[in-house]
Each structure stands twice: as C-alpha cells, then as structure tokens.
C-alpha cells in the first residue's frame, strides 16, 4: 500500500467539495509537489482532471456543464467593464481591492447588461457571492468582499478567447487580401 | 522696425502667449495653419485684448510665412522652443532619428585620421552638438510617451475605444519602444550608446596625450559631453524598460481581457462562438466518492425495484371560519331604527334574526358599535339582566343609543 502525504484527505476533500486551493496554503504546495500522482490519483478515481496553475489548483471536468461558472464570468466581465468605463484600472481593483457589496450590486444594476445579468444566478447577488465563497473564488468579510487568485483563471479565460478572434480576424485579412 | 531683436520676440511671445500657444495647438502635427482658422484666431484674440495682432505682425517677428497653398507655415525655431514651452514634443519615428544619427560615426571616424589641430577642434565641437540633440530628442521622446502611455492606461477619452487602445498599445510598442531600445542597446556594435562608449574611450586617453594644450582641453570637453550624455541615457533607458515598457504590456493584456469578455458576453446564447472552452471546474461531489459509471449502473440495477409507487396518506383538515356579523351594515340597521332604548338586547335580538348560534366574539363584534363616535350611549338604572349566549353568559345594562346630532 503506498504511501499518502498527512494532508491527503483534506486535499482529496476540498478539491472533490469543488473548491480552489490558492497558495500560500501548504495544501497546494503539496499538491505540486505531487503533482504527477494526485493528477493520476483524480483521473483514475473519479475521471476528473487536476488543474495545478502558478497560483491555484481546481478539479475540472468535460463533462460538467455548469450554468454557475457561466453566470461568474458574465459577473466578472461585466464587472470589469463597469470598472473600465468609470475610468479605474480593473485588474488593479479585481486582482487586489475590495468591494461593497451594496455598491457592486448598484454598479451592476446600472450596467446597461444588468438585462443579461438578472436572468442568471447573479440577480440574487449576496447568494450568488456565497456560492462563490464556497468554491474559495471569493472572501466575505462583513459587507465587503474581495476576489482570491483564482479569478486569474477567468482572465485567462477571457485572454484566450481575444486570441482567438485575433487570430480569425488576421486569418480573414489574409483570405481577402 | 529694421532689425528684428531677441528682445522683441520675447516681448511678442509675452504679449501674446495665450493666442501663440492656440495657433500652435492648431498648427500641429506638421505645424501648417489654415488661413481661415488663423485669420479667425487674429479676429476672436483681437476682440478682448490689448495690444492686437495682425498677420503682417506675425510675419514682421518671423512666426510664420505663408506657403504658395495662401496657409501658414510657422517658423522652425518657434516649433522648437515653443514645444519646449509647452512641454508638448511630436513624436519622430525612430528610424528618422538613427538616419540623424548616423553623422556620429563619420564624425568620429574622421575624428580618429585627423591631423590639423584646427579640423580636430571643428569634428569634435560638431560631435558635441550631435550628442547634445541627440540627448534632448531622446529625452522628448520619452517623457512624451510617458505621458501618452498615462492616458491611455487611465482610460482618458480619446482612448475609451477599446480596441483602439490596444491597437496604439501594440503600435507603440512595435514603432517606437523596440526601435528606441535599439538604437539605445549597449551591446549593439551600431547603436548610438556603443559609438558614446568608443568615443569615451578614445578621449580618457587623448584628453592627456593629445599634442597640444588646446586639444588636450577641446578632448577633454568631449570627454565630459560623452560621460554625461552616458549618464542620461542609462536614465532614459531605465524610464523605457521599467516604467513604459511594462506600462504598454500591461495596457495591451488589459485591453486583451476586456476585448476577450466583450466576445464573451456578446455571444452568451451562443457558446459555440467563444472557440475557447469555458472553464469547468466541477460542481461539490463530497459524498459520492465513487466511480460516476458505477453510480449510473448501480442507479439502473436498483432501479427496477422501484415499479411499485409509494402510498401516500394525507390527513385532511377542515378549517373551520367563523362567521362575523358585518358591523357597517348592522349600525344602518342600528340607525334606522332612530332610537333604541336597551341596546344589548337589540344586539341580541338583531344577530339572532341571522344566526342561532350566538356566541361572545359575535355579541362584542356587534356591542362594539357603541363606541362609534356618531353614536350616543345613556344609562341611567343599575338594572342588570342576564342573556345566555351560546359561549356564555352575561348580565348587561339596560342602555339607551341613539344617533348625535351634528352641530
């Protein structure tokens, strides 16, 4: 029987409960420190893929069709937006400031895409940021909350996506030229 | 005026510094005015100040001539000093500034074969001169792409246009952050900075061995010149790879992101759009640590014993509503009657015309009226008399009611 670190079941735990482990926690530098048997470990149990990126670690799963993470990237861009158009430096404020919860909600509600927004999760707004809360992407404390590392992989997200059109964009440009 | 003066100018530029700067705003990028707007700008200036202008002044004092197209060209040596003024520089593109450039290594060549002391004296005041430009050229650029960068990270107006912003972003940093750093780039044998290092070599050396007291001073003043200009360029340097450089790349992403989420949410009914998958982080699983195929097997085996649907017993409740009598329409009857002389027993008698069971809630729903502001009570015996209700009962006063008369 082999071995497994002491940390094993709250890592096994956390990640199967769907959450973010962020660093500095000691349970993602074990995870990268065993990074090759804990991605066999997920694959062969559960048939679910590890995820280990500079800063957090997440299971994913193909199979998994989840409206949630739909609707918290709406929220996210949206937000964004807001931040952009208002003249502050949005990843600046998302990476490492705070909101109140009442102003974000009023941001949102003003957002000339609230119409898109109300029909998702996010229209029940301090239910939608407990969801999130659970899954670590994001820290309640009092009426404020705050975006962990996590939201990085969104930006990526997002990062990904404009390459993409980049690409088409330069790819029709060719074809027409 | 026969001979223009120095002092005149300043006196002009103080005079009308407001309207000098106007035409200069105008004039730019390629510093050519309009006539219209000139002679408009000379009429609106002319109206609240003192003393006026006139074109034939702006020529007098050499601001401006007028090109063969009748529009106003304004004189070079205003361009210069007065974006010096206003701290506002055109941007040259770099490859103009290296051909500008390039007279430092002929320069320095000749410099090295020369033989006559005066020649040697002339290359090496011309050297000063270029270094001395090239300095101040680098310097503008800079600072004004500083600035340029500032605005376009805070989003200022003309940049609210995202993927305007990101286009100026890249085309900065590909047009002028990259060539600059390669005209500045230390390693680089045919960069502006590797010429400063040779000629600084050249002259630590000549500065002491040169024939002449006078060429030890004329290499001596290179010397310096080439020290300091090191000096300042390691400083222009740093503001390009540390503060702009990480400042466009840091524009660029950010305007990546939000291009990235507008695609996102435009197409939010059509998944298929994005090309990219959307992160799937799954949902909480804790307790079904077990393989999903088992589960959905194990499901349809226990399925099958499932045919039969579960009895449900419901226990029924009847609720019961009691009936309450209708005050407003009971004190109209009340009222009708003009004047009732035992009130409770009216009450009973009333409520027993609607109903047989008579309980207390009932009886005070109805006595209740008695505290209705048009409605006067009188009571005069200590008389009681006993009703039974069928709740209760109760012994009551024999009270007169009748209807107030308004004032």
């Known amino acids: ?177 | 005026m026969i001979k223009l003066s120095g002092k005149y100018i300043l006196k002009f530029l103080q005079n009308h510094y407001e309207f000098v700067q106007d035409a200069f705003n105008y004039s730019k990028p390629d510093f050519i005015i309009d006539i219209d707007i000139l002679e408009k700008l000379i009429e609106e200036y002319n109206i609240s100040n003192e003393p006026k202008i006139s074109l034939s002044k702006l020529i007098d004092v050499k601001f401006c001539r007028q090109l063969p197209t009748k529009d106003f060209k304004i004189n070079r040596s205003y361009v210069d000093f007065l974006q010096f003024l206003f701290d506002d520089f055109t941007l040259d593109l770099p490859q103009t500034l290296k051909e500008r450039y390039k007279t430092i290594f002929e320069l320095f060549s000749a410099l090295k074969t020369e033989t006559k002391t005066s020649k040697t004296t002339i290359l090496i005041q011309n050297i000063i001169n270029v270094i001395d430009v090239f300095l101040n050229d680098i310097h503008r650029q800079t600072q004004r792409l500083l600035s340029d960068t500032e605005s376009l990270k805070v989003n200022a107006d003309e940049y609210s246009d995202l993927s305007k912003r990101l286009e100026k972003a890249v085309f900065w940093i590909d047009e002028y952050i990259e060539p600059l750093n390669k005209i500045l780039e230390k390693g680089h044998p045919e960069s502006f900075y590797s010429a400063l290092v040779e000629i600084q070599k050249y002259t630590s050396e000549k500065q002491y061995i040169a024939n002449s007291f006078k060429l030890k001073r004329e290499y001596k003043k290179l010397y310096g010149a080439v020290v300091y200009a090191r000096a300042e360029l390691d400083q222009n340097l740093q503001k390009l790879t540390r503060e702009l450089r990480p400042l466009l790349d840091r524009v660029k992403s950010d305007s990546i992101i939000l291009s990235g989420f507008y695609h996102f949410v435009e197409n939010i009914d059509y998944p298929e759009n994005y090309a990219v998958p959307i992160p799937s982080p799954i949902k909480k699983t804790k307790g079904s640590a077990i393989f999903k195929e088992f589960h959905s097997e194990a499901e349809f085996f226990v399925d099958q014993f499932n045919y039969k649907t579960s009895d449900v017993y419901y226990e029924e409740q009847i609720e019961e509503l009691e009936w309450l009598p209708d005050s407003t329409y009971f004190k109209e009857q009340l009222l009708n009657e003009n004047k009732v002389d035992d009130f409770y027993l009216w009450c009973f008698n009333t409520l027993k015309k609607h109903t047989d069971e008579i309980t207390l809630s009932k009886f005070f729903s109805l006595t209740n009226l008695l505290l209705e502001d048009d409605l006067v009570a009188e009571y005069k015996t200590d008389e009681r008399k006993i009703i039974d209700l069928k709740d209760a009962s109760i012994k009551i006063p024999k009270v007169k009611v009748y209807e107030r008369i308004p004032k």
């Not at chain 1, 096994?12 to 500095?24: A, M, Q, R, W």
């Not at chain 1, 430096?89 to 000339?112: P, V």
């Not at chain 1, 009426?143 to 996590?150: G, Q």
């Open chain 1, 1 to 177: 029987m082999r071995e497994y670190p002491s940390e094993h079941n709250k890592i096994v735990s956390e990640l199967l409960d769907g959450k973010f482990i962020i660093s500095p926690s000691p349970l993602f530098y074990k995870i990268q420190e065993l990074e090759d048997d804990y991605f066999e470990f997920f694959t062969k149990s559960f048939n679910y893929n590890l995820n280990i990126e500079a800063e957090f670690a997440y299971l994913s799963s193909d199979e998994v069709n989840e409206k949630r993470t739909r609707d918290f990237t709406l929220f996210l861009a949206i937000l964004s937006r807001e931040l952009d158009y208002s003249g502050k430096n949005f990843r600046d404020k998302i990476e490492l400031g705070s909101f109140d919860i009442n102003e974000t909600e009023q941001l949102l509600r003003q957002s000339s895409k609230w119409e898109i927004l109300e029909k998702t999760t996010v229209s029940e707004f301090e239910k939608f940021l407990k969801t999130w809360r659970g899954k670590n992407l994001i820290v309640l404390d009092g009426n404020k909350f705050k975006f962990t590392k996590a939201v990085k992989l969104f930006f990526t997200f997002a990062i990904e996506i404009a390459e993409e059109k980049l690409k088409e964009k330069t790819n029709e440009e060719n074809t027409n030229a």
